[in-house]
């Protein structure tokens, strides 16, 4: 229930709601939750309502920790 | 999508689990627990208990709302049903049996029951039948509180009178202090959960663990996240430390979500909160401030959460906090299963009852 998926945000309204898309799916989203939310911006959909904005850079930061990692058991075997 | 593909990569899975054996010789048993229903999930589905260590035992918490909703609320929601108020819930609801029936019992007998995605199609259903009452069946961890709230703010907004929530939300600090508390549960070390975090952030936790000297991380759902998680708690426990460790800053900041906090305490106020299976927790609820008793369904409609009878078999409590696995229940794909559930672990998803039956046998 408490499931929160990150979505890309491709439409802002007047009203702090939005559009945002996953998968090629599209969602209207209540943005009222979060700061500052620009287009583009990935967010945290849950329920219907942007919880808070994934930090990109951190994100980004994070899955190339990944890849090197996998590089590393690449040259194991 | 890269943001989910990329936290399920196999060879780095392989590099962190080798890291975990080797820290788990030094770490000694540990006993470490998740209190997130997506992180139940994940671990079954993903297979992680498999890959693990003998000496490392996962165990699911209670981190599925549903799961740990009492009996009596579910009562009182079919009472509301049966007075011809229109019920607005999660779906998770259905099935979960309260002292005698459930809701799905009370829809095929007619009653007005209606399954939501969000929140908002509560709202909705109010504006559109403006000679009905509409219930929200509110639920949940410190995630799902604020947008339930937000209903709240927006009926104002719209003068939508007819619409109220029935609260049992339930709050995760409070429970892990219970937790660490209890001798039978005996836990380690605790993975936190990343969504319940975005909102309260990670600064919520550093009493708790300074004070209980448990380590905790707070951890995404995807299995890399996972293994992470389970990685540092072990480093910690080899190390002899107990620290915060936030593997989730991607999403989760050290302050949590200030409007979303701001909300919550607007409308909403802490009292002790009945967890099924395991009991009262003192302060691990919110309940709605006397201002706002007019969106307080159990105020307008008379209606009491109080004093439900569960099935005594179910063993609930004693799954969620790691005393026993699932199947150790003798009941469990007996005469519980997903589609006959005898206890709520078994009606989620995100049950540790329903995930083991769906993955691990
Ligand atoms: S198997 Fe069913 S009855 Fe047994 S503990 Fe799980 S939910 Fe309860």
Not at chain 2, 179 to 191: E, P, Q, T, W, Y
């Amino acid at each position: 229930m408490c499931l929160a998926v990150p979505m890309k945000v491709i439409e802002l309204r007047e009203d702090r709601t939005g559009v945002c898309e996953l998968e090629n799916i599209r969602y209207d989203v209540d943005l009222s939750l979060i700061e500052s939310v620009q287009l583009d911006d990935f967010v945290i959909v849950h329920a219907g309502f942007a919880i808070e904005k994934l930090d990109i850079e951190e994100a980004n930061e994070r899955l190339q920790l990944f890849e090197d990692l996998a590089e590393t058991y690449r040259e194991d075997v | 999508m890269k943001y989910i593909d990329g936290f399920r990569n196999h060879r780095t899975a392989r590099v962190i689990t080798e890291e975990i054996h080797e820290l788990a010789e030094q770490a000694g048993d540990a006993r470490l627990m998740e209190v997130c229903g997506s992180h139940t999930m994940s671990i079954a589905r993903y297979g992680i208990r498999k890959i693990l260590p003998r000496s490392v035992r996962l165990i699911s918490g209670p981190g599925c709302p549903v799961c740990v909703t009492d009996a009596a609320y579910i009562d009182a929601a079919v009472e509301l049903a049966g007075k011809g108020i229109h019920v607005a819930t999660f779906g998770d609801m259905l099935k979960v049996p309260g002292s005698s029936g459930t809701l799905a019992g009370a829809r095929s007998e007619g009653a007005h029951i209606h399954v939501c995605y969000s929140p908002l199609d509560a709202l909705r259903i109010a504006a559109e039948n403006p000679s009905e009452q509409v219930v929200f069946l509110a639920i949940g961890f410190e995630t799902t509180i604020p947008p339930v709230i937000s209903i709240l703010k927006r009926a104002a907004a719209q003068n939508i009178q007819n619409v109220s929530i029935l609260t049992a939300f339930k709050l995760v600090p409070p429970a892990l202090e219970a937790l660490a508390d209890d001798r039978d549960v005996a836990v380690n070390g605790f993975l936190l959960p990343p969504h319940v975090s975005a909102i309260i952030g990670a600064g919520a936790y550093r009493g708790f663990v300074r004070d209980y000297r448990l380590p905790g991380v707070i951890a995404g759902f995807e299995p890399l996240d996972i293994l992470l998680g389970v990685r540092d708690l072990l480093q910690q426990l080899a190390e002899g430390k107990a620290e915060l460790v936030n593997q989730y800053e991607r999403v989760v900041r050290e302050q949590g979500n200030r409007i979303a906090l701001a909300l919550m305490d607007h409308y909403l106020k802490t009292a002790d909160a009945s967890w099924r299976g395991i009991g009262t927790i003192p302060g691990s609820g919110l309940v709605l401030r006397e201002e706002f008793l007019n969106y307080d369904a159990t105020v307008k409609f008379g209606v009491s959460v109080q004093g439900g009878k569960p099935d005594m078999r179910c063993r609930c409590g004693d799954v969620l906090r790691g005393i026993i696995f699932p199947d150790e229940c003798p009941l469990f794909n007996t005469e519980c299963t997903p589609v006959s559930p005898v206890g709520p672990c078994m009606v989620s998803s995100e049950g540790s009852c329903a995930a083991y039956f769906k993955y691990s046998r």
